[in-house]
């Protein structure tokens, strides 16, 4: 089955700083890859739309200048949290669907997450 | 934006229980997707119902989905300790002929499911 890698999956950085987080897609081109937001014991929120080789669609309330999202190529989309503050400190995770847009039954595949936590 | 709303939040049975989660959706979805999640990991794609589909069956999952009262459950028969994880319910949107923008699922809230050995 199709493979979303995700890294790393645990980071932490100090305040001000700021983190890469990648995802690629070993098996699959994915010219669409969305970027979730986790806190513990709650569900997923969805911050936004990475589109390959145009700007990425934000949720609203998520701060694009905060959280830069790059989808250079068909297999690798990446967010940057820029000066990260303990605030940011959560669980990312990344996903692309399945097939292309026109034929996709929503159904997604997941990377492994990346616990980020400022210090 | 979360819309999907399941019960119950926590559920803790002995193995070899079955377990039921429901869960609801607000909007005209195309198919609902159950999911689930090991503690501290991504998001495993269980099985997926469709909008004209009542019922489904893989393994030891059934799922129902009731599209008049816009809900769906999840009955794991026959639990085993290495079902314990969170499960979450996802429901995809109608999508527009021109090729489907608007394809984002839409996760519920999930019920963290522990099984007792």
């Known amino acids: 089955g199709a493979v979303v890698s995700q890294h790393p999956s645990w980071v932490i950085c100090k305040s001000g700083t700021s983190v890469k987080i990648e995802c690629r897609s070993l098996?699959?081109?994915?010219?669409?890859m969305f970027w979730y937001r986790q806190f513990p014991k709650q569900s997923l929120m969805l911050m936004a739309t990475?589109?390959?080789?145009?700007?990425?669609?934000?949720e609203q309330g998520v701060e694009k200048d905060k959280f830069l999202i790059n989808h250079a190529s068909l297999t690798l989309s990446t967010l940057t949290v820029t000066s990260a503050h303990p605030e940011d400190s959560s669980f990312y995770i990344c996903?692309?669907?399945?097939?292309?847009?026109?034929?996709?039954?929503?159904?997604?595949?997941f990377g492994e997450g990346s616990r980020l936590t400022v210090l | 934006s979360q819309q999907g709303e399941e019960d119950p939040q926590a559920l803790s049975i002995q193995e070899g229980e079955n377990a039921t989660m429901n869960c609801s959706y607000k909007?005209?979805?195309?198919?609902l997707q159950w999911y689930r999640q090991n503690s501290g990991r991504g998001l495993v794609h269980l099985i997926l119902?469709?909008?004209?589909?009542r019922e489904k069956h893989s393994g030891r999952l059934r799922v129902t989905l009731d599209t008049s009262k816009k809900s769906s459950s999840l009955l794991i028969t026959a639990s085993r300790a290495a079902d314990t994880a969170s499960y979450f319910c996802?429901?995809?949107?109608?999508?527009?002929?021109?090729?489907?923008?608007?394809?984002?699922?839409?996760f519920g809230k999930g019920t963290l499911l522990t099984v007792n050995p």
């Open positions: 098996d699959f081109q994915a010219t669409t």
């Open positions: 996802a429901s995809f949107p109608i999508q527009e002929n021109s090729g489907g923008s608007n394809y984002k699922l839409t």
């Open positions: 990475s589109n390959e080789g145009s700007k990425a669609t934000y």
């Open positions: 119902i469709r909008s004209n589909e």
């Open positions: 996903s692309a669907p399945k097939g292309t847009a026109r034929w996709s039954t929503g159904e997604l595949f």
């Open positions: 909007t005209s979805i195309n198919n």
